[in-house]
Nanobody, 118 residues
Framework: QGQLVESGGGLVQPGGSLRLSCAASGISFNRYSMGWYRQAPGKQRELVATITTGGSTNYADSVKGRFTISRDSAENTVYLEMNSLKPEDTAVYYC????????????WGQGTQVTVSS
């Protein structure tokens, strides 16, 4: 049984930075694509960024150039570096793991709150 645990969220001022972490356990980390999603109040959950097992990345247009996703196989952890934060980035951020071959093998973290406000 796989588990994902997010951390690093909090309250920051506009223009500030945060680094989110997602620690994976109970899975073969290098067989999963990883992603960050977010859900703001009253909104649907949306894709923020993904990273494949080979290190290829993809970003939502709204965060391109400001956010960076990375993964560390030694730590079984995926990161989201968020810079130049805006109030519209406020949301609960969720970590996701998707097996590269087995569609039914996927996991979600519990989420971590990011609030951007002055």
């Amino acid at each position: 049984q796989g588990q994902l645990v997010e951390s690093g969220g909090g309250l920051v001022q506009p223009g500030g930075s945060l680094r989110l972490s997602c620690a994976a356990s109970g899975i073969s980390f290098n067989r999963y694509s990883m992603g960050w999603y977010r859900q703001a109040p009253g909104k649907q959950r949306e894709l923020v960024a993904t990273i494949t097992t080979g290190g290829s990345t993809n970003y939502a247009d709204s965060v391109k150039g400001r956010f960076t996703i990375s993964r560390d196989s030694a730590e079984n952890t995926v990161y989201l570096e968020m810079n130049s934060l805006k109030p519209e980035d406020t949301a609960v951020y969720y970590c996701n793991a998707q097996h590269v071959r087995m569609v039914s093998y996927y996991y979600w973290g519990q989420g971590t709150q990011v609030t951007v406000s002055s």
